[in-house]
């Protein structure tokens, strides 16, 4: 980044981050309506990749991996690449981009949980567990909200989004914890790569390819997978990992507050999703919850290195 106090660095990491994120979703909805997710997924990363590495050679960047470097990455890529975007987008396949959004919502309890079981948290407080349990409640009221619509197989696309979310967070447990050497930039076309990798072998396994027609791809779908390629991956996901590095993670993921928001409002506005009472409680809930959680975790910061 530009030579700027660290306080407008970070400010303008996380409106880059907000923004990208929050319109992953109806990216996402876009994309794979023609084309398969994990192998549109697989695409997009590593075009991420590439792109990534060439910008920090024109930014003279020297830092090179080591082998230990690489193996971290690749172990890293499962959780946080695989996991975080492939599930992501194959679960929309079932549920709607505004019910993915507001589902991801949540992420924030689960970071306190899973950073309670590893022992590198303390306890919930009592404004963590209240901010637990309405964030839980809002889920509820997706999940109540989700079956009326319809949908026969939305309690997969559920689970995907849950798994989703579970194993994210063990990435981003384990991305803070390791000493890295390489440039943010190098850092994550490296993640890019080996996830790229990953959900292309994981693609074709599941037999993908056959649904590969490039002459079926539509406007709407390339330019979802353009708005994957630029925003959700080179700026999301940078400013997301420059944000672990430079800040701490309580502030990395403090998008959950606003991508929510975003997310449903993108989906009503460009989708024609709905947007009814139950929704729009269920969001506040999940924002209120995330509020009251990483509210104290801010303060006491146990993740900082």
């Not at 003279?60 to 987008?89: E, K, N, Q, W, Y």
Request: with cysteine; aromatic share 12%.
């Amino acid at each position: 980044m530009p030579k700027l106090p660290h306080f407008l660095k970070v400010a303008a990491a996380l409106i880059v981050l907000y923004s990208s994120w929050g319109s992953s979703y109806i990216a996402n909805h876009f994309a794979i309506a023609d084309m398969p997710p994990f192998l549109m997924t697989s695409a997009r990363m590593l075009l991420s990749a590439f792109l990534m590495w060439g910008i920090s050679i024109l930014q003279h960047d020297t830092t090179r991996p080591g082998p230990r470097d690489l193996l971290r990455h690749f172990i890293v890529a499962c959780p946080m690449i695989v996991f975080g975007s492939g599930f992501l987008a194959k679960s929309q396949e079932t549920v709607s981009s505004s019910t993915a959004a507001l589902v991801l919502g949540v992420t924030p309890a689960w970071l306190l949980l899973g950073g309670w079981a590893s022992r590198r948290l303390p306890r919930p407080s009592l404004s963590q567990s209240i901010g637990l349990l309405i964030g839980f409640i809002g889920l509820a009221i997706i999940s109540h909200q989700t079956r009326s619509d319809g949908r026969a197989t939305y309690p997969l696309g559920l689970w995907y989004l849950l798994i989703c979310i579970g194993v994210w967070v063990v990435g981003t447990l384990y991305y803070h914890s390791f000493k890295n050497p390489l440039s943010t930039v190098r850092s994550v076309g490296l993640l890019f790569f080996f996830g790229g990798l990953q959900m292309w072998a994981l693609g074709l396994l599941l037999g993908e390819g056959a649904r590969v027609h490039l002459s079926a791809i539509g406007l709407p779908a390339w330019l979802g997978f353009a708005a994957l390629v630029l925003g959700a991956s080179l700026g999301g996901f940078t400013s997301y990992f420059w944000l672990l590095r430079h800040s701490t993670p309580a502030i990395a993921i403090s998008y959950e507050y606003v991508v929510p928001v975003i997310g449903l409002l993108l989906g009503w506005w460009l989708a024609d999703e709905p947007l009814n009472a139950p929704t729009l409680a269920a969001c506040a809930l999940t924002v209120l919850g995330a509020f009251f959680i990483m509210k104290q975790t801010k303060e006491a910061d146990p993740l900082a290195p």
